[in-house]
């Protein structure tokens, strides 16, 4: 049931997905209510589960897609940047487009209150949905198929993660297959430095990427320094 007042957005995402031989990028959805800030708080859902669901749920329209299990499955498919950029947007819509943060200083020090329009975060150089795979040959010679990582691969990274490969993870979910064969994480693990900085630099130019730096000058020092605007799934939505 909708609530007859709460507000409505729409959006085009940067990417899309692709569904059947439609690309979709439109998104109609509502501000965020009470079902969505229990679904945040849970303690029993992962992060980017917790995401998803809140994505899909406010989704009204996903194109011209309207039935909720095909949202729910588009909404897993979206790349990592467009649900960063959705999310932004019904943080907007449910909040406001003010974010205030303290951020500090690297040359003194000095903590400084920033205010950011988040209506500026963009994402560049993003991929086009019909067009997420990219073969790359290493410097070892191997033939890498790379693919852009989406909502499925966010919750793979999630459960697989542990303290000691979180790299070889946010590598393994973005490799579709290595000499023509399904990768394993062993594979990944023992690939040269080399090899893995070339993939790595591959990866992020197919991504694009979602940017939410901003540039600052201390007013203590006068120093000019770079940061990113605090977008933390769950605490974004609680100021
Ligand atoms: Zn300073």
């Known amino acids: 049931m909708e ?3 709460s507000s409505v957005g729409e959006i085009d995402l940067f990417t899309g997905v692709q569904e059947a031989d439609v690309v979709h990028k439109h998104i109609v ?3 965020l209510s009470g079902i ?3 679904v945040l708080a849970s303690k029993k859902m992962s992060v980017s589960s917790k995401i998803t ?3 899909a749920n406010c989704v009204q329209a996903f194109g011209t897609i309207q039935d ?3 949202v729910n499955k588009m909404v897993r498919k979206m790349t990592i940047a467009d649900r960063i950029f959705y999310l932004i947007q019904l943080r907007i819509l449910s909040i406001g487009r003010d974010i205030q943060f303290v951020d500090k200083c690297p040359a003194c020090g000095n903590e400084d209150k920033k ?6 975060v963009v994402v560049k150089d993003a991929p086009v949905a019909t067009s997420l795979l990219k073969e790359i ?3 070892s010679g191997k033939k890498v198929r790379i693919k852009v990582a989406n909502g499925e691969s966010e919750e ?3 459960k697989a993660t542990t303290d000691d490969n979180a790299a070889t993870i946010g590598l393994f979910v973005r490799i579709d297959s290595i000499d023509d064969q399904p990768p394993s994480l062993v594979h990944v693990k023992q690939m040269s430095f080399k090899d893995r900085n070339a993939l790595r630099k591959e990866i992020d130019a197919l991504e694009g990427e979602l940017d939410d730096t901003y540039k600052t000058s201390c007013p203590a020092c006068g120093h000019e320094y770079e940061g990113d605007i605090p977008i933390n799934g769950v605490d974004f939505f609680f100021p």
């Open 53 to 55: 669901r809140v994505l």
């Open 36 to 38: 969505e800030e229990d």
């Open 137 to 139: 040959l290493l410097p």
């Open 115 to 120: 205010d950011f329009d988040l209506n500026q």
């Open 156 to 158: 793979k990274i999630e």
């Open 68 to 70: 909720r299990d095909a």
């Open 29 to 31: 959805f509502r501000e």
């Open 3 to 5: 609530d007859a007042k």
